[in-house]
Nanobody
Framework: VQLQASGGGLVQPSGSLRLSCAAS????????IGWFRQAPGEELEGVSC????????DYADSVKGRFTISRDNTKNMVYLQMNSLKPEDTAVYYC????????????????WGQGTQVTVSS
């Protein structure tokens, strides 16, 4: 199982970014997917998780209405569309996958990609 995150960068407040995560070595449709982030000096935080392709998704309160998680099982890709970005969204973002139906808490997730840095600053 491999996950490769990309799409981070520097963006101004109120801007948008779309993070991508390429999955390989497994069938994405069989796995829960999630995005997590870690700001400097902070713990790893669950941003958004999709338990399966059944429409069940969770979002952190801080990103509800601004971020959208999605997957394309035909391409084995996971996305995080981030709109109305704020400086407090600055963090390293990680994608994760798991065969179970874990809560959106990092300790429960088995497979991780490398992080991609998102910096929101003017």
């Amino acid at each position: 199982v491999q996950l490769q995150a990309s799409g981070g960068g520097l963006v101004q407040p109120s801007g948008s970014l779309r993070l991508s995560c390429a999955a390989s070595g497994f069938t994405l449709d069989d796995y829960a997917i999630g995005w997590f982030r870690q700001a400097p000096g902070e713990e790893l935080e669950g941003v958004s998780c999709d338990s399966r392709s059944d429409g069940s998704t969770d979002y952190a309160d801080s990103v509800k209405g601004r971020f959208t998680i999605s997957r394309d099982n035909t391409k084995n890709m996971v996305y995080l569309q981030m709109n109305s970005l704020k400086p407090e969204d600055t963090a390293v973002y990680y994608c994760a996958a798991d065969q179970g139906r874990p809560p959106c808490i990092s300790d429960y997730w088995g497979y991780w990609g490398q992080g991609t840095q998102v910096t929101v600053s003017s």
